[in-house]
DNA sequence: ACCTGTGAAATCGTTCACAGCA
DNA sequence: TGCTGTGAACGATTTCACAGGT
């Protein structure tokens, strides 16, 4: 095993080896291999034993990995053991959704504030969230020793809004508005970009990233 | 300009310019460079130019890129010029927010069925879309000549559904389910997932990707 | 026989650096 | 001079293939 740094896309691959094996738990498998998982679940066994290596070795040769065992390893690792809470910035539709998805138990997150500029939102609740005022961030992070971030604003004030959420102390950030947004040093910041996704779709139907693409020849002004 | 097979990174970040040509030509803008496009939105010039390029030579050397002239062949590539209509499968929280989302419009998307399988939702309406039976899938989107489908079921169920979409001769799926899916040549799936992009940020916040890492030594059982 | 852990090879993606055009 | 388009260097990631443990 090596202290390097470890990337991103394998740090979300544990993610989903972690999701894999609870499903095995689930079914009373004891064990597995890398290989069943390849078959299973359309992953890359070699990948998966990489992946894992970075982190220690816990398979075992001729018999394949503990599930339960590396079940918790792989929850340790990505720091499912502790509780994480975390605030929405945005009490829109996304936001509210957000507030009471029912996903973030499954990694102990738990949503313990809400915030938004606009008056008439402030003080409502949103099942058990209460709406903040956004004036009173820094105070409220303080209060509820909230570690992480959902932002679910619009494009225009998400760069704003990133800036209090890092003043504020937060270092862990993930973003909803289609925008590119600049972080300092030390924050994380994971942007889901249903736009980009869903111009991804479009952009397959339309072809033009297969193969046969037109010589668009000359730029448009001449 | 090669004939070759385009990335999926490379078209997302033609995502990213496009939005950021519309900012500037919002703020009446009629050239940008790739540098500016660099300073101002923290893009790679170079990569800029080198995505770019994979479509034609849209640059005039010396001035930059013709804003608007650009942003159209980006949309063209994109596949934005055309409406792309759209079914969501689960009318439960998200799929009912993802219905009247309204940042689909931005990208020409219409939201034009629900689907779910609860006998209570059936017939309802959320905004201006109507919730059919998934017993009627196929028949639906065949009438309403639908293009697109957005999976927004739980995980249990996400493998059946991709399956019965797919067998209605939908070509294009974005999935928010947590699972691996297993999908046909000439299908593209993209998935958001939300369960990853959390625990990526609680990975950061255990320190596990960093540098020091513990070496954990030995397999679980014995 | 089976399966892990891991160097080495292959592939893919990004950045550099500069020739050449406006 | 300013900026694009692009080969070449570099870096990162994936896959192969096999030595070695059980």
């Known amino acids: 095993m090596k202290a390097e740094k470890i990337s991103e896309v ?5 993610s ?3 999701r894999c094996l609870s499903e095995l738990a689930a079914e009373g498998e004891r064990t597995v291999s890398s290989g069943t998982l390849e078959k299973r679940f359309n992953l890359n066994s070699a ?32 720091g499912l053991d502790k509780e994480h809470r975390v605030c929405i910035i945005g009490a829109g539709r996304l936001g509210t959704a957000l507030a009471d998805y029912q996903g973030f138990k499954m990694s102990n997150f738990e949503v313990v504030a809400l915030f938004d500029a606009d008056k008439t939102k402030i003080g409502k609740k949103v099942g058990k969230v209460k709406i903040f005022d956004i004036k009173n961030f820094a105070g409220v992070v303080k209060r509820d020793n909230i570690k992480v971030a959902i932002i679910a604003v619009p494009g ?14 937060i270092k862990a950030v993930l973003n909803f508005a289609p925008v590119p947004l600049r972080v300092l040093d030390g924050v994380k910041l994971n942007t889901i970009d249903l736009t980009t996704s869903l111009e991804s779709l479009s952009c397959f139907l339309a072809g033009s990233n297969g193969k046969n693409l037109k010589p668009i020849s000359k730029n448009g002004r001449k």
């Open 10 to 14: 394998t740090t979300n691959r544990l």
């Open 16 to 18: 989903v080896y972690l």
């Open 47 to 78: 990948q998966i034993r990489k992946d894992l290596a970075n982190f220690g070795e816990f398979g075992v040769r001729g018999v394949g990995y503990y599930v339960e065992s590396l079940r918790g390893q792989l929850a340790g690792i990505l």
């Open 156 to 169: 225009e004030s998400a760069q704003k809004v990133l800036e209090q959420v890092t003043a504020a102390g």
